[in-house]
Nanobody
Framework: QVQLVESGGGLVQPGDSLRLSCAASGTSFSIYSMGWYRQAPGAQRELVATISTGGSTNYVDSEKGRFTISFDNAKNTVYLHMNSLKLEDTGIYYC?????????????WGQGTQVTVSS
């Protein structure tokens, strides 16, 4: 079993920066990729960014240049650095991981961390 624990959300003002973290823990697993998804109030969950353990990244077009995803292999932790935050960035941010256990691929989700951008 693998657990994803997120942290770093909070209440910020427009233009501020924030860093989200998501640490994967468990036994005998291999991480293939991790990513961040956002669910705004009343909306569906949407992709923000993903990163493979090899370092390949993918961003939704609207966040390119403002958000940066990174991965620390030693800590099994993915980060989302968010700059120049806008009101529309408000939502619950969920961590996702594509993980291999015993040759089988699983997708795990974190519990979500709230980000509120408000003036």
């Amino acid at each position: 079993q693998v657990q994803l624990v997120e942290s770093g959300g909070g209440l910020v003002q427009p233009g501020d920066s924030l860093r989200l973290s998501c640490a994967a823990s468990g036994t005998s697993f291999s991480i293939y990729s991790m990513g961040w998804y956002r669910q705004a109030p009343g909306a569906q969950r949407e992709l923000v960014a993903t990163i493979s353990t090899g370092g390949s990244t993918n961003y939704v077009d609207s966040e390119k240049g403002r958000f940066t995803i990174s991965f620390d292999n030693a800590k099994n932790t993915v980060y989302l650095h968010m700059n120049s935050l806008k009101l529309e960035d408000t939502g619950i941010y969920y961590c996702n991981a594509k993980i291999g256990i015993g040759g089988v691929i699983f997708h795990y989700w974190g519990q979500g961390t709230q980000v509120t951008v408000s003036s």
